[in-house]
């Protein structure tokens, strides 16, 4: 069952755009190709919907959504789901190498200039400060999407373009096997 403080914007909306749980799960679980929102950071969480009602994030849902928030409600909802507790469980099987995956967070790869996830994103995948954001227990779908929207050049809201470069030098395969990866712990 929903959070019983969880604001009215989250489970039905403010009038105009639907409430955030419709799409990303009663608890901010979310599925598939919708984030889990539970537990990211209040800032990361802020930036990112004032990077969709910007357009420096491009997402058509999304920037529907965000569009209809106010400066105000982005600090609620940000605030509400900074401090739901994340999800641990993912049974999703993209079909990817773990054990790969896990190399290539701890270690990364230097022969191909990829270096360790971890060392951004924190040593368990955790997320680490305001600007770098947990990708443990993230939906695998959502991430691999991710990766190859970096990589398209369909995402590129990342500071310093810190991740369009990560992502162009990982393979299809790196990226289902990271997305594996993180979903598993
Ligand atoms: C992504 C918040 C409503 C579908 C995101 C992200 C945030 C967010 C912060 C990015 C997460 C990340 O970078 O890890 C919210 C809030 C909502 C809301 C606060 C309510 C006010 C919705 C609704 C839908 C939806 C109603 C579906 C109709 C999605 C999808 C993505 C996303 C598909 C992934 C976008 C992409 O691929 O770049 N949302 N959301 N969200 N949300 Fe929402
Ligand atoms: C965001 C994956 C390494 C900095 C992300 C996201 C993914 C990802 C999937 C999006 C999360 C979301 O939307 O919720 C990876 C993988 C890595 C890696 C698989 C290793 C191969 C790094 C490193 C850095 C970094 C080494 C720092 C030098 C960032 C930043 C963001 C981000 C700043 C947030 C971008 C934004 O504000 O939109 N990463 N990452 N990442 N990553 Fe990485």
Known sequence: APDADAPALVLTGNGNTWGCASCHGANGEGAGLTPGLAGLS???LAKQLRDFKSGDRTNETMRYVANALNVDEIEQVANYYANLPQRTEIAVDLGGDQAHGEALHLTGDWKRDIPACSSCHGQNGEGVGS??????????EYIFQQLIAWK????????????????SRLSEKDMRD????FGSL
């Open 131 to 140: 600007q770098f954001p947990r990708l443990a227990g993230q939906q695998p």
């Open 152 to 167: 398209g050049g369909y995402r590129h809201n990342s500071p310093q373009s810190l991740m369009d470069d990560i992502a």
């Open 42 to 44: 209040e800032d990361y």
């Open 178 to 181: 990271v997305a594996q990866y």
